[in-house]
């Protein structure tokens, strides 16, 4: 099985910056695509970003395009979410994700049921 531990999250002020880490063992993320998911309370969980395992492929939720940036780093067996000009709607509890598929897949992945391996999450909490 894949183990998923997340770590980063915290508080920060509106505008602030926070990086999120996912690192995994058990298994490599080599041939892994790996998602980033958040839920805040009362709320579906919401895709937030993806890579894939080449890092090639990357795809964002149109709500925090162009402030966080997927990034992963095989050798470290760790996928980076960073989390730039935070606002407090990005409030909520951040999940990683993987999920093993064929190599060059360039669709899908936006979904939680495509995943097989959940982190326990980590909490980023935004304050105005």
């Known amino acids: 099985q894949v183990q998923l531990v997340e770590s980063g999250g915290g508080l920060v002020q509106a505008g602030g910056s926070l990086r999120l880490s996912c690192t995994a063992s058990?298994?490599?993320?080599?041939?892994?695509?790996v998602g980033w998911f958040r839920q805040a309370p009362g709320n579906e969980r919401e895709f937030v970003a993806l890579?894939?395992?080449?890092?090639?492929?990357?795809d964002y939720a149109d709500s925090v395009k162009g402030r966080f940036t997927i990034s992963r780093d095989n050798a470290k067996n760790t996928v980076y979410l960073q989390m730039n000009s935070l606002k407090p709607e990005d409030t909520a509890v951040y999940y990683c994700?993987?999920?093993?598929?064929?190599?060059?897949?360039?669709?899908?992945?936006?979904?939680?049921?495509?995943?097989?391996?959940w982190g326990q999450g980590t909490q980023v909490t935004v304050s105005s």
């Open positions: 994700a993987a999920n093993r598929v064929p190599l060059r897949t360039v669709v899908g992945g936006t979904l939680p049921r495509e995943y097989a391996y």
């Open positions: 058990g298994r490599t993320f080599s041939d892994y695509r």
């Open positions: 890579i894939s395992w080449s890092g090639r492929r990357t």
